[in-house]
């Protein structure tokens, strides 16, 4: 290999210290301190993974990976254990096989849609904070994990089958937090 072909990687910047980007509030409070300080993409050496962590705060940039340039980014180890608990399925798969399943549900992704979808969402959100004021005015302890597995059933239950979830409790005479405990 010549000196005039041999190239060298070039990396965003980034902190020297590593750093494991997680869903807390520590990366939630540090995320923003980094792009102040390296700009709008920033790479960051993981503690515990193998792979460095590659954050990205531009529109075009985003675009640019997700859309025009896809092909070249794949979604990684993780994603390989989550296929074998869900299948092959658009949140797992890759390359023309993912662009074929996100084509076909792409009609269900509409502005009216999603309006009526965040309508049912936000009905979903007031009963958790109605039933956990509820809960606080009892002094109650409130179970995090429980509550947002709850919380997310009953989104799907409540996008899936809207108002209907109601006479479906109702027949049994079930409360809907019941029906999502089940």
Known sequence: MTAESH??????????????????EESFAKIPQLFAEYGDVCRVHSKSRNNDIYLVNNPDYIKHILIRNNDNYIKGPGFERVKMLLGNGIIVSDGPFWRRQR??????????????????????NRE??????EMADQQATINITEEAAQLSLMVILRVLFS?????????DSVPCEEIVKK
């Open 163 to 171: 108002d209907d979830i109601e006479c479906i409790h109702n027949q």
């Open 7 to 24: 190239s060298t990687k070039v990396y965003p910047p980034g902190p020297d210290e590593p750093f494991d980007i997680n869903t807390n």
């Open 128 to 133: 958790l904070l109605q039933r956990w004021q």
């Open 103 to 124: 084509r076909m549900i792409q009609p269900a992704f509409n502005k009216k849609i999603i309006a009526q979808l965040s309508q049912q969402i936000q009905r979903c």
